[in-house]
């Protein structure tokens, strides 16, 4: 059974940083797109940032300069590193391993992380 499990989540001041890992007991992980989304209370869930089988990455604008997102294949992880937080960035964070396997798209999520900034 496929599972995904964020972690690193916690309380931190404005300015801080955490880095948030997601694990994934996953076949062929390195061919999986892992996008992190966060959900703030009463918000639709967004994108944060991506990185893609190909090792390429992109970022919400409001993230752009502050977190970045790698991966590393053979331990089966992709982290994020959060840097200069703000209260805005205060959330559940969730990872989702994504590619497309023939004509459907195999899709998982993990069950979130929260991550709280105060000022």
């Known amino acids: 059974q496929v599972q995904l499990v964020e972690s690193g989540g916690g309380s931190v001041q404005l300015g801080g940083s955490l880095r948030l890992s997601c694990t994934a007991s996953i076949n062929l992980f390195s061919w999986y797109d892992i996008t992190w989304y966060r959900q703030a209370p009463g918000t639709q869930r967004e994108l944060v940032a991506i990185?893609?089988?190909?090792?390429?990455?992109d970022y919400a604008d409001s993230v752009k300069g502050r977190f970045t997102v790698s991966r590393v294949n053979t331990k089966n992880t992709v982290y994020l590193q959060m840097n200069s937080l703000r209260p805005e960035d205060t959330a559940v964070y969730y990872c989702n391993a994504k590619r497309l396997a023939g004509i459907v798209w195999d899709s998982h999520w993990g069950q979130g992380t929260q991550v709280t900034v105060s000022s």
């Open positions: 990185i893609t089988a190909e090792d390429t990455t």
